[in-house]
Nanobody, 123 residues
Framework: QVQLVESGGGLVQPGGSLRLSCAAS????????IGWFRQAPGKEREGISC????????FAGDSMEGRFTMSRDEAKNSVDLQMNDLKPEDTGVYYC????????????????WGQGTQVTVSS
């Protein structure tokens, strides 16, 4: 059974950094497309970015490109999201999911989801 587990969330001050990790069991992530999503308080879940099996990235919007980067860690069987220069509006629950990486980074393209990790950006 495939399972995704996010970790690395927490409380950080504006301008700080966090590195989230999406670890998998039951599957080798290097062969699969993985997306990162977030859900801010009171808002719908939105796509951040995704990486396909050939390690090509796509970002859903301009506000995060340049601050967020994705990478694979094959030793840990994970896909990480490095987040720099965090802003209060980045607060939310961050999810990873397995599916098909397209430019829209849309929820309906993903079938297997993790439980999420909370990120809070506040002074």
């Amino acid at each position: 059974q495939v399972q995704l587990v996010e970790s690395g969330g927490g409380l950080v001050q504006p301008g700080g950094s966090l590195r989230l990790s999406c670890a998998a069991s039951g599957v080798r992530l290097r062969y699969h497309d993985i997306g990162w999503f977030r859900q801010a308080p009171g808002k719908e879940r939105e796509g951040i970015s995704c990486i396909d099996s050939e390690n090509f990235w796509r970002f859903a919007g301009d506000s995060m490109e340049g601050r967020f980067t994705m990478s694979r860690d094959e030793a840990k069987n994970s896909v990480d999201l490095q987040m720099n220069d965090l802003k209060p509006e980045d607060t939310g629950v961050y999810y990873c999911a397995m599916g098909v990486c397209r430019g829209s980074v849309a929820l309906h393209d993903y079938e297997i989801w993790g439980q999420g990790t909370q990120v809070t950006v506040s002074s």
